[in-house]
């Protein structure tokens, strides 16, 4: 499937029909084969906005539309044919090697009961290939390190082809080389992607657009250039924060002390 607009419309969540919000009211729009990065503090409610958007849990309002279609007016089959999601500390089934993982990421696309087509086969080889999870396909998921079962579970979501990927904090676990790899993968997808970050320099190199939240409440959305000025950053983070240009790559770097 190609990648496909995601917009998203005045959504907010509480726990419970009675709670404080966690997420205030929240609007954004990404571009069919854009690269959103979600950004905040701890706290901040990236991850509660990022369950709304693969469909874990829905808002107390608003709506969030992929292609056009309302998230919540799919079944729950078709949604996993349009949205995958990478998530935090996500336990994989131990007892299943990689291939079996990866296979599982076939399965919106498979008519209930059928097993795996040769085209199915053809995505997990392409997948294991792009993730260098080849050596490992036989390995039980048990036996791997962090990192390696990070990149186990964004090769799933890749074989589950969606239009919209969500990836929460994808980088954790990985070593330098590992989330260069991450990075560039991201940026070389064709498929809309959500990605929270605690890296402001890494959000700023492969993000279109960021969406800053801070209490729950957006603080900006835009392009990070714009977004991610020395007084939002350090606001949002309560820190003395210093953006400079590097030279020659021109890439963004940040400084960060705490106020006096
Ligand atoms: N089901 C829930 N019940 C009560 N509070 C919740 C629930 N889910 C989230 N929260 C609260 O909402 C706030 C935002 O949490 P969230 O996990 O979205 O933050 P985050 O920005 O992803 O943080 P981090 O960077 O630490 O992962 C936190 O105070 C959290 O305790």
């Known amino acids: 499937m190609r990648a496909a607009d995601l917009a998203v419309k005045d959504v907010s969540w509480a726990p419970g029909k009675s709670g404080q919000p966690v997420l205030h009211s929240t609007s954004f729009t990404v571009a069919a084969g854009g690269v959103l990065g979600v950004l905040g503090p701890n706290g901040a409610g990236k991850s509660t906005l990022l ?56 399965t919106p696309h498979r008519a209930a009961f059928s097993s795996s087509s ?47 990927l969500v990836l929460d904090e994808p980088t954790n676990h990985l070593d330098i080389r590992h989330q260069l790899e991450i990075v560039s993968l991201i940026r070389g997808l064709n498929m809309t992607i959500v990605v929270s970050l605690h890296d402001l320099n890494m959000a700023d190199g492969i993000c ?18 714009t977004v991610l000025t020395d007084y939002l950053v350090s606001k949002t983070f309560r820190v003395d924060a210093q953006r400079e240009r590097l030279t020659p790559s021109g890439a963004a ?7 006096n």
Do not use: C
């Open 51 to 106: 369950r709304l958007l693969y469909r874990f849990q829905p808002p107390q309002t608003g709506s969030i539309h992929v292609g056009g279609h309302n998230i919540w007016s799919l079944s729950a089959r078709a949604a996993a044919r349009r949205i995958a999601a990478v998530l935090q500390e996500q336990t994989p089934s131990f007892g299943l090697t990689v291939l079996e993982i990866v296979r599982l990421g076939r």
């Open 208 to 225: 279109d657009e960021v969406l800053v939240l801070k209490d729950g409440y957006p603080q900006g959305f835009g392009p990070p250039n």
């Open 118 to 164: 040769r085209k199915d086969e053809q995505i997990i080889d392409r997948v294991l290939d792009r993730l260098s999870l080849r050596p490992l396909a036989h390995r039980d998921v048990g036996t791997l390190s962090g990192g390696e079962r990070q990149r186990v579970m964004v090769a799933r979501a890749l074989a589950q082809e969606p239009q919209v």
């Open 253 to 259: 770097h940040f400084s960060f002390a705490l106020p």
